[in-house]
């Protein structure tokens, strides 16, 4: 264990960290948080194709349903 590291040990023996392009980590952070929030709204506001099918097919038979029971003619009240 290295004294001025704490518990880490630098492997490369340099002592000296990678270079890093602030540019690059900056976009390459904003994207990954980009990611996880789009995965997050995904899960909460996301439906699967056959629950949206399964939807519109319940809506459609209650309008059908409605629609059955409306009473034809001029003035209904």
Request: glycine share 10%.
């Amino acid at each position: 264990m290295h004294p001025l590291s704490g518990d880490r040990v630098c492997v490369t023996g340099g002592g000296m960290g990678d270079l890093v392009n602030l540019k690059q980590f900056r976009k390459r952070t904003a994207r990954e948080r980009s990611e996880q929030e789009a995965a997050a709204n995904r899960t909460r506001f996301g439906r699967s194709k056959s629950e949206r099918e399964l939807e519109d097919a319940r809506t459609e038979r209650a309008r059908e349903l409605l629609d059955q029971h409306r009473i034809d003619g001029g003035d209904a009240s």
